[in-house]
C-alpha cells in the first residue's frame, strides 16, 4: 500500500501527460471495419517490365554471352580475338542469307597450325557474373570443315589471367549440331570472362555460343537469373506487363517490338538493336541489342511462376511519337491486328490451332489463360484513336473477354490526355494507361487524384509511374536516384490508389531494373550488378502494399474525411475477408512524429503486426553495399482494451518521414455487410 502511495504522484503524472497529448496532438482515426465500400482487384499492384536498363540481355535473361550469334551490327563486337602459345588462327564471318534468314551469321574459325591456339574471348555484359561451386552449360552450334580442330573453354577471372573452370569439346560432324559442356566455377567473379579456344589445324564453324548456368529461376530451361526473378515473385504482382514501354513502339516501325520473332526455337529469333542503344547520347550504350533469348513465351511463363496475370502490350501501327512517329496507312494495319489475334490464340488456342501449338511444343500445351492486352503505348492524337477503333472492332469480334487497355499518352494532364480520356470514354474503352514520372510533390499533391473520377466509365491502369527528384550533382552510386523521398511521395500516392480501387483496378512502377553500369534511366524498382541486387526504398514500398493487398476497401477517416495529406497523413485501410485480416496503411510525410489513435468499431484487435519502413535522412538509398539501409522492420503489438496503443502515451506513434502497416486479426468476426 505504501509502495502504491509512493507511486501515486507518477502514476498521475503518466495520466495528466496522456490527457494533455490526446488533447492537443493525438489523431484519431475512425476505421469503419464493418462498411466495405469497394473490392480490390486480384491484379491492383503488379510490375512493368522492359528491357531498359540491360534489363533483359544482361539482367534478367540468364544468358552470360553478349553477342553470341554475330549478329550485332560489328559481328565482333563483344568478342575478343587472341592468339595463344605461338598459335595462329583466325574469325571470318559468313552471312549465309536465305538459308537462315533470322541468323544469318556465323563464324569459319580457322586454325593454322598445330601449334598452340587461336581463341576468341567475350566480355560478357559488363563483365560475367559467376559464382564459385555453379555450374554453367556452355554450348555451341558447331559444323567441322576440313582437319578436327578441338574447343578448350575457360572461365577467366577479370584481368584474364585466371582460369576459374575449364572444359573440353570435340567430335564435331559435317552437319551443324548442338554441343554442350558442363563447367563448374573455382572461385566467384563479377567480372569474368569466357574464353573459347581453338586448336588442331582445321576450320570449324560455329553459331550460337552460349554459357548458361544450369540454375535458373524454378529451372526453367533458357531461363531466368535466380536473384532478379526471386525479388519479382517475392512482390507477389498481380500482373506483368511486358515487354515495355517505348521499346514496343520502337524508333521506327521497322525496329518495333514483334513478338512473333521472339518465339520458337531461340536461334531463329532475329536479333534487333536495342532502342535504348542510341535513345539518350549521353547513356548510350552501343552494345545493347535485342537478342530475344527472353520473348513472350518466357514472358507468359514468368508470369506464370510468380501467379500473375500476363498482359502484353503490342505495337498498333504506331511507332514512337518523340522518335520517327511513323505510322502504318489504315488500309495497310491488317498485320499490326492479325499479330494481336495471333498473340490471343499463341496464350489461349487450342493445341491443334497454329499458335496454340507452337506454344505447345514450345513446352506449355496448357493455355496461359491470357484476359487482357494493351494496344499501343504511350500514343497520342487523333492517328491513336484511327488505328485504336480498328484493333478494338478485330478483337472485340474474335475474342469478346479480352479486355483492352488503351494509351492516354504520356503524360497524367494536358490537351494530349485530356482529348484522349473523353474520346476513349466515350468508346468504353476497358482501361486507360495513365503515366507519370513526376516530383515527390506532385505524388503528395495527387494523393487524391481519382476520388472525383467517374465511377461508372472506363477503369484507370496507372501502368507507369516513379517519383523523380532532381538529380544531385556529382552522385556517385547509381541508386541515387532512388531516394527515401521518392519512395515516401509513392506510397502517400499510392493509399489513394487503394482508396479508390474501383476506379484503379492496376498499378505498376517503373521501369523495372536496372544494371548499375549499364543503366539509360533512372530511378528504377532494382538495381543489380553481374552478381547482386537490390531492392530500393521504392521496392520495399511497393511489396509492403502488393504483400498486403486485402480483398475490400474500408473507410479510414478524420473528421469525417479520407486522409490525403491533412496534417501530412495519408491513409488507406483494407479488410481481408478470406483472411480475415483488416490491414491499414499510414503514411506520415512530415518531418514530426505523429500520434494516432485508431478507433475500429470499438472493438480491440487480438494480434497486430505492424511494419515500418523509415529513414533517418530523404536523401537516403540502398546499395549493392548497403542494401538494407532503408528496410521494412516488423514487430507484434499487443493491444488491450482500455489501454493506449502501444509504445507512446497517446497511442501509435508514426515517425517522422514513415509508412507503416498495421495488420490486425480480431477475436470476433467482423460483422460486415
Ligand atoms: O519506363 C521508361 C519509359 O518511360 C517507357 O519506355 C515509356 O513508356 C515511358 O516514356
Known amino acids: 500500500m505504501k509502495r502504491l502511495l509512493l507511486q501515486l504522484p507518477l502514476l498521475l503524472i503518466t495520466l495528466l501527460l496522456q490527457l494533455s497529448l490526446k488533447a492537443q496532438d493525438v489523431k484519431t482515426i475512425n476505421?469503419?471495419?464493418?462498411?466495405?465500400?469497394?473490392?480490390?482487384?486480384?491484379?491492383?499492384?503488379?510490375?512493368?517490365?522492359?528491357?531498359?536498363?540491360?534489363?533483359?540481355?544482361?539482367?534478367?535473361?540468364?544468358?552470360?554471352?553478349?553477342?553470341?550469334s554475330f549478329e550485332f551490327a560489328k559481328p565482333l563486337m563483344g568478342w575478343k580475338e587472341i592468339q595463344g602459345d605461338g598459335g595462329s588462327g583466325n574469325s571470318l564471318i559468313i552471312n549465309r542469307g536465305n538459308e537462315n534468314i533470322n541468323n544469318p551469321r556465323f563464324d569459319r574459325v580457322t586454325v593454322k597450325s598445330n601449334n598452340g591456339y587461336y581463341a576468341i574471348i567475350n566480355e560478357g555484359f559488363r563483365g560475367m557474373g559467376i559464382q564459385q561451386g555453379k555450374t554453367y552449360n556452355f554450348s555451341v552450334l558447331a559444323r567441322k570443315g576440313a582437319g578436327n580442330t578441338k574447343i578448350h573453354i575457360k572461365l577467366l577471372s577479370a584481368d584474364g589471367k585466371t582460369s576459374l573452370g575449364e572444359a573440353d569439346l570435340q567430335g564435331f560432324t559435317t552437319q551443324w549440331a548442338k554441343y554442350t559442356v558442363p563447367v563448374t566455377a573455382t572461385a566467384t567473379e563479377a567480372k569474368g570472362q569466357l574464353s573459347v579456344a581453338f586448336s588442331n589445324q582445321g576450320v570449324l564453324d560455329i553459331d550460337m555460343v552460349s554459357l548458361f548456368p544450369q540454375e535458373t529461376f524454378k529451372n526453367r530451361p533458357n531461363g531466368l537469373r535466380v536473384d532478379l526473378a526471386e525479388k519479382l515473385a517475392d512482390l507477389h504482382p498481380g500482373f506483368v506487363r511486358f515487354p515495355g514501354g517505348c521499346i514496343v513502339e520502337g524508333r521506327d516501325l521497322a525496329n518495333r517490338y514483334q513478338w512473333k520473332k521472339t518465339v520458337g526455337n531461340v536461334e531463329d529469333r532475329e536479333l534487333i538493336i536495342n532502342r535504348?542503344?542510341?535513345?539518350?547520347?549521353?547513356?548510350?550504350?552501343?552494345?545493347?541489342?535485342?537478342?530475344?533469348?527472353?520473348?513472350?513465351?518466357?514472358?507468359?511463363?514468368?508470369?506464370?511462376?510468380?501467379?500473375?496475370?500476363?498482359?502484353?502490350?503490342?505495337?498498333?501501327?504506331?511507332?514512337c511519337q518523340y522518335n520517327t512517329g511513323e505510322v502504318a496507312p489504315l488500309d495497310q494495319l491488317d498485320p499490326f491486328i492479325q499479330d494481336a489475334l495471333d498473340l490471343i490464340e499463341f496464350a489461349n488456342g487450342a493445341v491443334t490451332t497454329k499458335w496454340g501449338a507452337l506454344r505447345a511444343k514450345m513446352g506449355h500445351p496448357k493455355p496461359f489463360n491470357l484476359k487482357m492486352m494493351g494496344v499501343g503505348n504511350e500514343q497520342w492524337d487523333v492517328q491513336y484513336l484511327d488505328r485504336y477503333k480498328l484493333f478494338a472492332k478485330a478483337?472485340?469480334?474474335?475474342?469478346?473477354?479480352?479486355?483492352?487497355?488503351?494509351?492516354?499518352?504520356?503524360?497524367?494532364?494536358?490537351?494530349?490526355?485530356?482529348?484522349?480520356?473523353?474520346?476513349?470514354?466515350?468508346?468504353?474503352?476497358?482501361?486507360?494507361?495513365?503515366?507519370?514520372?513526376?516530383s515527390p510533390d506532385w505524388f503528395l499533391q495527387n494523393a487524391g487524384r481519382y476520388d472525383n473520377y467517374d465511377r461508372n466509365s472506363s477503369k484507370i491502369f496507372a501502368g507507369e509511374y516513379a517519383a523523380h527528384i532532381k538529380e544531385p550533382k556529382n552522385a556517385k552510386e547509381?541508386?541515387?536516384?532512388?531516394?527515401?523521398?521518392?519512395?515516401?511521395?509513392?506510397?502517400?500516392?499510392?493509399?489513394?490508389?487503394?482508396?479508390?480501387?474501383?476506379?484503379?483496378?492496376?498499378?505498376?512502377?517503373?521501369?523495372?531494373?536496372?544494371?548499375?553500369?549499364?543503366?539509360?534511366?533512372?530511378?528504377?524498382?532494382?538495381?543489380?550488378?553481374?552478381?547482386?541486387?537490390?531492392?530500393t526504398p521504392n521496392y520495399y514500398?511497393?511489396?509492403?502494399?502488393?504483400?498486403?493487398?486485402?480483398?475490400?476497401?474500408?473507410?479510414?477517416?478524420?473528421?469525417?474525411?479520407?486522409?490525403?495529406?491533412?496534417?501530412?497523413?495519408?491513409?488507406?485501410?483494407?479488410?481481408?475477408?478470406?483472411?480475415?485480416?483488416?490491414?491499414?496503411?499510414?503514411?506520415?510525410t512530415s518531418t514530426k512524429d505523429v500520434a494516432v489513435s485508431l478507433n475500429i468499431n470499438q472493438m480491440v484487435p487480438q494480434k497486430c503486426k505492424w511494419t515500418?519502413?523509415?529513414?533517418?535522412?530523404?536523401?537516403?538509398i540502398n546499395t549493392l553495399d548497403d542494401p538494407k539501409k532503408i528496410y521494412p522492420v516488423e514487430k507484434e503489438i499487443m493491444l488491450t482494451k482500455g489501454v493506449k496503443w502501444d509504445d507512446s502515451v497517446a497511442g501509435l506513434t508514426l515517425k517522422r518521414g514513415s509508412v507503416n502497416v498495421l495488420t490486425m486479426t480480431f477475436p470476433q468476426t467482423i460483422n460486415i455487410r
Open 612 to 620: 515500418e519502413l523509415t529513414s533517418a535522412n530523404y536523401m537516403d
Open 478 to 535: 547509381s541508386e541515387v536516384m532512388n531516394t527515401w523521398i521518392s519512395a515516401l511521395a509513392e506510397a502517400a500516392f499510392m493509399t489513394g490508389l487503394e482508396r479508390n480501387a474501383d476506379v484503379v483496378q492496376m498499378a505498376s512502377y517503373a521501369p523495372l531494373l536496372a544494371h548499375v553500369d549499364a543503366w539509360q534511366w533512372r530511378p528504377d524498382l532494382i538495381w543489380f550488378d553481374n552478381l547482386r541486387s537490390v531492392g
Open 541 to 588: 514500398v511497393q511489396k509492403l502494399y502488393a504483400n498486403n493487398k486485402g480483398t475490400d476497401v474500408v473507410p479510414a477517416l478524420m473528421d469525417g474525411k479520407v486522409l490525403e495529406g491533412k496534417d501530412s497523413l495519408y491513409v488507406s485501410s483494407v479488410i481481408d475477408k478470406d483472411k480475415k485480416l483488416l490491414i491499414v496503411k499510414l503514411v506520415n
Open 276 to 319: 535504348w542503344n542510341t535513345e539518350f547520347p549521353f547513356r548510350s550504350a552501343p552494345d545493347y541489342f535485342q537478342s530475344y533469348g527472353m520473348g513472350f513465351y518466357e514472358y507468359f511463363q514468368l508470369a506464370e511462376d510468380i501467379g500473375a496475370e500476363p498482359l502484353p502490350i503490342l505495337n498498333c501501327g504506331m511507332a
Open 395 to 438: 478483337i472485340n469480334t474474335k475474342y469478346p473477354t479480352i479486355k483492352l487497355v488503351t494509351s492516354s499518352g504520356p503524360s497524367p494532364s494536358g490537351d494530349k490526355f485530356d482529348y484522349l480520356q473523353t474520346e476513349l470514354r466515350a468508346q468504353k474503352a476497358n482501361f486507360l494507361d495513365e503515366h507519370y514520372y513526376q
Open 31 to 68: 476505421i469503419q471495419v464493418d462498411k466495405p465500400t469497394v473490392k480490390i482487384q486480384p491484379t491492383m499492384w503488379g510490375i512493368f517490365f522492359e528491357d531498359i536498363n540491360f534489363a533483359a540481355d544482361g539482367g534478367l535473361y540468364a544468358e552470360l554471352v553478349k553477342n553470341r
